[in-house]
């Protein structure tokens, strides 16, 4: 072991959407600061973009699932159900994500209020509300502000991405339904900021080595490292270290290019892991923080199902960024549906590719081989358009991760387990999404509509989990929650959690925009409260 | 290598072989010139290896061999019924083999200036140039429906879920069984 005996201020684990604004915060405040990366960096060529045979990669080297690729910045993450999507590497998740931007809404952090079948959550929309608008300007965005389905917003820093064909066709149908529909909002800017350039539409949205997309090893790291934070990639956390007194002292790590096992001590420790690496790293380490019982319980993905639509008329979705709008008809709760509970539409262009259309993209739908797949692929390519019904699923305890006791891996740590399955509120939500979604595609005037549940042969929901939060989700009750409303661990009270994990409700939407407002939000709390937190024994109910 | 003696000659054979089965998978027909012309069983054969090694390489050459590829002497009619078999025997495989063949196929730089000359805008490498796209135009694609509502956090009320009976009331069928 080495062991080095500085006692830095601060040491984040993980350097992904979150861990990198908390590098960012606490380092311009001129704290030191040392984030602790098991990846490496993610070069352009990297990436799956700037290669001919992108599609191929996308699907193999370049695909989210880590168990679809082989690549040794990853851990095992073994599955019974979910398909597993991030990416572990400077950055985390988003080098491979799509940005799509929308916010929650302020109902969702009162579903105890609703019906109680979710906890509420021990902060309201308010409280991050602002954090939202400056998160976007530190990210750079676009959009359209004014919606009338959501609270008022700052406008976006950059306007409104292209209005695509298909967007045009689905605002038709959207209006022949008398539904709402809004021009999304994207983690991608549309003109040059922040030295970015804008998007060129090149429609390859899982990633974007040109930067127009806000992936945080571009859009934060370089500005975290200006302003003075230590980034150790390749370090593996195997297990964070506390003291007799049950605070913190720092980490164990392994350096995956020495192979040996360093250790690094702060006054405060910061978890950005992601919903799996979070609550696997606090089980590994002795079932850390866990006086509730509730880390790596009450997994959260959303209901998730799809659709893909072909029409007549050239919408030629392979261009452009790749969602078009979003509407948030059947966001809020209404119980006549017979579930709690709402969801959004999450519209999309098409894929990028010609290959992948033909390989069944989004709804598994195939091109014929023979005699009759030129004629298919020259009615279908370039007409088709897919849509995503996202929505929020029910917390069980029972769907969750957990160490598997008799297995470890290459670092002698217990290999980590998934399994989510829907509940009966979930499953009547799919249903019902699905009968929506088939509404969308008629009322757009499609000759061929193909749905997608996510359920494999044998009925198991395999749902693509981009989205992999809950797993120590906040409250204000430590008997049921793992942090407070400062991300603040309960039990070991100057560790904070700051990644996707703490969510304690999915909302109806994809959960970046509010992951990253809440860490901007912990982040200033601790830079603002370091002198007490660093040195505090006891975590308050915020 | 211990077992290059059962192997000699599997390079050619399987490429032809392959050569033949996407030529059934991606047939030439009008400007679409057919599997095997580009090579597509080149990169497919590459990306077998890449994925299963050489122990893959023998498996699909003997699968190859079961259904009679590369076909010579069979009519049409015969050789599809051939891959209708693999397609039926080993699904999996044939899954694989054609997505595989799909993929490659339209990677491929000719394809990809085929798709695009014959007016559906398309790149080699999209990301590299992107495509022109008018930027948004606030005038005329701002949305007037005016449709849309939230509820404010003092607004948010209580409501009767006693009807639903989620613990009693157990959905089945639900996806695409629905
Ligand atoms: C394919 C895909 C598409 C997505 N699309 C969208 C979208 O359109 N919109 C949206 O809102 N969200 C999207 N997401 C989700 C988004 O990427 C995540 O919500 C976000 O990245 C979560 O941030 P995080 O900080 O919690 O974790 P991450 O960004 O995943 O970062 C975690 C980091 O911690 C590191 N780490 C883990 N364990 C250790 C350890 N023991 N030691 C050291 N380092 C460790 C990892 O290597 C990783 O870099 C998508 C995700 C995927 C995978």
């Known amino acids: ?542 | 290598m211990s077992d290059s003696n059962n192997r000699t000659g599997i390079g050619p054979q399987l490429s032809a072989a392959l050569a033949a089965l996407v030529d059934e998978l991606l047939p030439g027909k009008g400007d679409w010139p057919s599997g095997a012309t580009l090579g597509v069983q080149h990169p497919v054969m590459e990306r077998i290896a890449m994925h299963g090694g050489e122990a893959a390489l023998d498996e699909l050459a003997a699968a190859l061999a079961r259904i009679g590829a590369p076909f010579e002497g069979l009519e049409v009619d015969a050789r599809v019924a051939a891959v209708r078999r693999l397609e039926a025997e080993e699904p999996a495989r044939f899954r694989w083999l054609r997505n595989a063949a799909y993929q490659a196929y339209y990677e491929n730089p000719a394809i990809v200036t085929l798709i695009d000359g014959r007016g559906t805008p398309y790149r080699l490498r999209p990301h590299v140039r992107g495509y022109e796209l008018p930027a948004f135009d606030p005038a005329t694609q701002t949305p007037t429906h005016g449709r849309g509502h939230w509820i404010r956090t003092a607004d948010v009320r209580s409501v009767d879920t006693s009807g639903l009976n989620l613990e009693t009331e157990i959905t089945t069928k639900w996806g695409l069984q629905r």
């Open chain 1, 1 to 542: 072991m080495s062991a080095n005996n500085d006692i830095h201020d601060v040491l984040i684990i993980g350097s992904g959407a979150t861990g990198s604004i908390a590098a960012l915060v606490l380092a311009k405040a001129g704290h030191d600061v040392v984030c602790l990366e098991q990846g490496g960096w993610i070069e352009p060529g990297d990436f799956a973009h700037l290669h001919n045979d992108w599609a191929w990669r996308r699907a193999t080297s370049w695909n989210p699932d880590v168990n679809m690729r082989s690549h040794p910045d990853d851990y095992p993450v073994d599955s019974d159900s979910s398909q597993v999507l991030m990416w572990n590497g400077v950055g985390g998740s988003t080098n491979v994500y799509g940005a799509i931007w929308p916010r929650y809404r302020p109902s969702d952090f009162r579903k105890g209020d609703e019906h109680g079948l979710q906890p509420n959550w021990p902060i309201t929309y308010e409280d991050i509300a602002p954090h939202y608008d400056r998160v976007d300007l530190l990210l750079g965005t676009s959009g359209l502000a004014g919606d009338p389905a959501q609270p008022p917003r700052a406008p976006c820093p950059t306007g409104p991405l292209p209005f695509t064909a298909a967007a045009g066709r689905l605002a038709g149908a959207f209006d022949a339904l008398g539904w709402h529909w809004w021009p999304v909002e994207a983690g991608v800017v549309s003109e040059a900021y922040d030295g970015r350039p804008g998007c060129n539409g090149c429609g390859m949205c899982n990633g974007c080595p040109r930067g127009s997309m806000t992936l945080n090893s571009r859009s934060i790291w370089p500005k975290a490292l200006a302003a003075g934070a230590r980034l150790q990639t390749h370090a593996r956390v195997l297990r964070i270290e506390t003291g007799a007194d049950g605070r913190a002292t720092g980490a164990i790590w392994k350096n995956r290019i020495t192979g040996m096992e360093e250790r690094t001590r702060a006054r405060i420790v910061i978890v950005a892991a992601n919903g799996v690496g979070t609550p696997r790293l606090l089980l590994a380490s002795g079932n850390l923080a866990n006086s509730s019982g509730m880390v790596g319980r009450n997994l959260l993905h959303h209901t998730l199902v799809a659709a893909q639509i072909w029409v007549d008329e050239p919408v030629n979705g392979q261009m452009g960024y790749v969602a078009s709008l979003i509407s948030r008809e059947f966001a809020e709760t209404d119980v006549s549906r017979g579930f709690v509970n709402g969801f959004n539409f999450n519209c999309l262009t098409s894929t990028p590719s010609a290959g992948e259309m033909t390989t069944g993209w989004m709804s598994g739908t195939t091109a014929p081989w023979g005699a009759g797949h030129h004629e298919w692929f020259e009615k279908h390519f370039g007409h088709s358009i897919g849509l995503f019904a996202i929505g929020d699923d029910l917390p069980n305890p029972d769907n969750r991760v957990f160490l598997d006791e008799s297995r470890t891996d290459e670092d002698g740590v217990p290999v980590i387990r998934m399994h989510y399955e829907p509940g009966e509120n979930d499953r009547r939500m799919m249903n019902y999404m699905l009968d929506r979604l088939e509404d969308v595609g008629r009322a757009a005037g499609a000759f061929e509509i193909a749905l997608q549940d996510y359920r494999d042969a044998n009925g198991v929901y395999r749902t693509p989990a981009w989205h992999m939060i809950g797993t120590c989700r906040m409250g204000a009750d430590p008997e049921t929650s793992v942090v407070n409303g400062w991300h603040q661990s309960w039990d070991v009270p100057n560790m904070f959690i700051m990644d996707g994990s703490v969510l304690a409700t999915g909302g109806v939407v994809n959960p970046t925009p509010t992951i990253s407002a809440l860490a901007l939000r912990a982040s200033e709390h601790i830079r603002d409260n370091f002198a007490d937190l660093s040195g505090t024994t006891r975590t308050l109910a915020a």
